[in-house]
T-cell receptor, first 116, second 112 residues
C-alpha cells in the first residue's frame, strides 16, 4: 500500500499525558499537512510542511502542540499535557507542491485520540 | 467565522431521490474541491473545479462552480445507500498559500 499511513490508529490516554502521532506520506509528495476533526465537523487546518520546513501554523496549534518533519519524509505531531478538549481525529495528508493550488490532498485514515 | 458554509448539515433521504448540497462563501477561491468521507476513514477527493461556471460530472454526481468562484453545488441523481457519508467542500484561496480550508460537511444518509 503506497498511500498515506498514520499510526497509531487509536490512542486512549489520561489527561496530562503526552501523545505522539506519526504520519508517513506518499513517498514523492513534498507537502505534508496536519488537520484535526471532531465528530460531525469538517477537518480544521493545524499546520503544513514543504519538505522539512514548517510553512504555516494555525492559531489552533497551542504551545502544547508541536509538529516536526526532520528529514522531509515522515512527520510527527506531539501533544503535551493532553486535555479532554484535545479528543479528536488527527488527519495527515500529503500532496505535490505543483498541485498545491488545486487542493488535491491525499489523506491517511487518521489517528483517533481519546483523552479521559 | 466559517469561511465555507455548507447546507444542509444533515440530509436523510430514500433511495432513488435526488439531492443537492450547497457550499457558499464570501471569499473567492482559486479552486474548490469536494471530498467524501466514511466513518473512521480519511476524506477522499471526488472532484476539483477551477474555472468559474465549470460543471463536472462523475456518474450520478454533478458538481458546479459558481461564476464568481465563491460557491459550489453537488447534485446527486437517484441516490443509493452506497452514497451515504460525509460530503465536504474545501477550497484554496489566493491569499491562503497552499492550505485547504474545509466546510463543516453535509452528513448524507440514504435509506433503502
Amino acid at each position: 500500500d503506497t498511500g498515506v499511513s498514520q499510526n497509531p490508529r487509536h490512542k486512549i490516554t489520561k489527561r496530562g499525558q503526552n501523545v505522539t502521532f506519526r504520519c508517513d506520506p506518499i513517498s514523492e509528495h513534498n507537502r505534508l499537512y496536519w488537520y484535526r476533526q471532531t465528530l460531525g465537523q469538517g477537518p480544521e487546518f493545524l499546520t503544513y510542511f514543504q519538505n522539512e520546513a514548517q510553512l504555516e501554523k494555525s492559531r489552533l496549534l497551542s504551545d502544547r502542540f508541536s509538529a516536526e518533519r526532520p528529514k522531509g519524509s515522515f512527520s510527527t505531531l506531539e501533544i503535551q499535557r493532553t486535555e479532554q478538549g484535545d479528543s479528536a481525529m488527527y488527519l495527515c495528508a500529503s500532496s505535490l507542491e505543483r498541485l498545491a493550488g488545486t487542493g488535491e490532498l491525499f489523506f491517511g485514515e487518521g489517528s483517533r485520540l481519546t483523552v479521559l | 467565522t466559517q469561511l465555507l458554509e455548507q447546507s444542509p448539515q444533515f440530509l436523510s433521504i430514500q433511495e432513488g431521490e435526488n439531492l443537492t448540497v450547497y457550499c457558499n462563501s464570501s471569499s473567492v477561491f482559486s479552486s474548490l474541491q469536494w471530498y467524501r468521507q466514511e466513518p473512521g476513514e480519511g476524506p477522499v477527493l471526488l472532484v476539483t473545479v477551477v474555472t468559474g461556471g465549470e460543471v463536472k460530472k462523475l456518474k450520478r454526481l454533478t458538481f458546479q462552480f459558481g461564476d464568481a468562484r465563491k460557491d459550489s453545488s453537488l447534485h446527486i441523481t437517484a441516490a443509493q445507500p452506497g452514497d451515504t457519508g460525509l460530503y465536504l467542500c474545501a477550497g484554496t484561496t489566493y491569499n491562503q498559500g497552499g492550505k485547504l480550508i474545509f466546510g463543516q460537511g453535509t452528513e448524507l444518509s440514504v435509506k433503502p
